[in-house]
């Protein structure tokens, strides 16, 4: 586990290394979105095959986080291609000012990776140990894992549609699951790893692997995903009214108004 642990450290490391070097020659910092979703289907196929670990739990894990970092990194660098760099960057880069390239190597690109490592942790920890067979916990934990998929792959699916429309423009979606949850994207994300914690915990020490879905959770809800969107629609009243009656993470059905 410690030796395959550092290989992964080392390929992580080197990595957001790249990207932080392409960032640096075309100035735009918010190309590390498009790595997050396939670094871990490298760090999920690199630690596979560096371990010889072929059991069905190791192939099925492998699987889940190839489909979805791969849609992820796809629907990212659709969205983000060609386009300026993200408001959150760009806005980091006016105030870091001289500090600019080593706050953006240690606070967005080696940050990413550190968290990179933490969350794909049961990658790592379920590749280190091939355990034959699958168990209910792993069938529970693919149940799961595709609640959240379904979660996040269609509230990006809705969002896109609805940005389509130029009669939606400047206004806030409010129908299909966006009706239920204000982030199901994000609740679909959290999901889909707490998902892969339950098929890590059939391996030796699993328990340990809960420090995945709760990093990624408290992130979305209180750090990266949730108030950082939320504080770009703070003046709107279109979003204030929606969030009156809809649920901020956890889908459940709208407040009567």
């Not at 640096?24 to 289907?41: C, P, Q, R, T």
């Not at 760099?85 to 990776?113: H, T």
């Not at 423009?169 to 199901?184: A, E, F, M, Q």
Request: hydrophobic share 50%.
């Amino acid at each position: 586990m410690n030796e395959l642990f550092w290989q992964a450290t080392l390929l992580v490391f080197f990595y957001f290394l790249i990207f932080f070097l392409v960032a640096l020659v075309i100035k735009n910092n918010s190309i590390v979105d498009m790595g997050w979703g396939a670094g871990f289907v490298l760090l999920a196929i690199f630690t596979l095959f560096s371990s010889g670990a072929y059991a069905a739990r190791n192939i099925l894990l492998v699987i889940l986080v190839f489909i979805w970092g791969g849609r992820l990194a796809y629907y990212i660098i659709r969205r983000n291609w060609g386009k300026p760099e993200d408001f959150r960057y760009a806005k980091w880069r006016r105030e870091w000012g001289k500090w600019l390239i080593p706050r953006a190597f240690f606070q967005v690109f080696m940050l990413q990776g550190f968290l990179m490592l933490v969350i794909g942790y049961p990658i790592i920890l379920v590749n280190a140990n091939p355990l034959p067979g699958l168990n209910l916990l792993d069938y529970l934990g693919l149940l799961v894992w595709l609640i959240g998929f379904y979660f996040e792959s269609v509230g990006d699916k809705q969002m896109a549609e609805f940005k389509k429309d130029p009669a939606n423009k400047g206004h806030i979606i409010k129908s299909g699951l966006w009706k239920y949850t204000r982030h199901p994207n994000y609740f679909g994300e959290a999901t889909m790893w707490w998902g892969i914690f339950l098929i890590s915990l059939s391996v030796p020490q699993g328990y340990t692997a809960i420090i995945s879905p709760l990093t990624i959770t408290l992130l979305l809800l209180y750090v990266s995903g949730v108030p950082l969107l939320e504080r770009k629609y703070k003046d709107n009243p279109e979003f204030q009214e929606y969030a009156k009656v809809t649920n901020r993470f956890f889908p459940w059905f709208p407040k009567k108004s």
